[in-house]
């Protein structure tokens, strides 16, 4: 029985067309797929990334895991292992404020815990803002905004 009956008979312009339409096809939803998807269309695999990024191979699994929070740093390695800038892994719809705070915590590079604790909210608390569950009272946005030095909203 054959295989990859899809593949018999085709050109290897044929076939990598079909896998680059696959690839197109991926989910780029969060920055783990996005890394996924660049993998998949580079023939890479997590450990080969790893080791051209000179990150560690668990840093990629945590991320898969949602283990891992991610950093920009190990973002940027992984980047310039495509050729891509790190803006194609931390684009955001900061149209809303949840996304914004978001933003703004990851480009300064504070993590969930520790960007709680400075401006003194629990961590459940930077999550559901986040996520668009809940919105930040106006002491909060104006804390916010002091804290970021613009504006939330």
Known sequence: ??????FK???CGDV???????ADQMPEDTVYRKIEKLCFKNDLTLKQLAKKAGIKYN???GYKNRINEYNLVTLQKIASVFGYNIDYFIQFDTSKIGNKIKYL??????????????I??????IR?????????SESNLLLLSAFFG???L
């Open 9 to 11: 008979n085709k050109s």
């Open 105 to 118: 915590r990851i480009t300064r590079c504070y993590g969930v815990s520790e960007f709680a604790k400075l």
């Open 150 to 152: 613009e504006h939330i």
């Open 128 to 136: 559901m803002w986040e996520s668009n569950q809940i919105l930040p």
């Open 59 to 61: 840093t990629l699994t």
């Open 1 to 6: 029985m054959d295989v990859l009956p899809k």
């Open 120 to 125: 003194g909210v629990h961590r459940d608390t």
């Open 16 to 22: 990598k067309k079909i896998f680059y339409s696959v």
